[in-house]
């Protein structure tokens, strides 16, 4: 069964940290040509924050550049977000992308609220 499963969301005061991870199926993982995360707030386009392709190079968001990192373990199937000097304006339920030649899968979504 292909899966894609985020973890690592949470409440963090302004200022703070957290990691976010993105567990691919083995037979997907393999084989996508880039993983994402995007995040998404009610009432608004889901967003691009950052993407890594199977080769290893990045790209952000110019909303997050400099306080994300985004980085994959191949061993373990998996993506990873760190995200430093949060804002409250990180606010969202943040989700992976997984894109393969012929189409795209998607977690179920973790929340990041960022709040004193």
């Known amino acids: 069964q292909v899966q894609v499963v985020e973890s690592g969301g949470g409440l963090v005061q302004p200022g703070g940290s957290l990691r976010l991870s993105c567990a691919a199926s083995?037979?997907?993982?393999?084989?996508?040509?880039?993983m994402s995360w995007y995040r998404q707030v009610p009432g608004k386009q889901r967003e691009l924050v950052a993407t890594?392709?199977?080769?290893?190079?990045?790209n952000y968001a110019d909303s997050v550049k400099g306080r994300f990192t985004i980085s994959r373990d191949n061993a373990k199937n998996t993506v990873y977000v760190q995200m430093n000097s949060l804002e409250p304006e990180d606010t969202a339920v943040y989700y992976c992308n997984t894109k393969t030649p012929w189409r795209d899968y998607w977690g179920q979504g973790t929340q990041v609220t960022v709040s004193s």
């Open positions: 890594i392709s199977n080769r290893g190079s990045t």
């Open positions: 083995g037979s997907i993982f393999s084989i996508a040509t880039t």
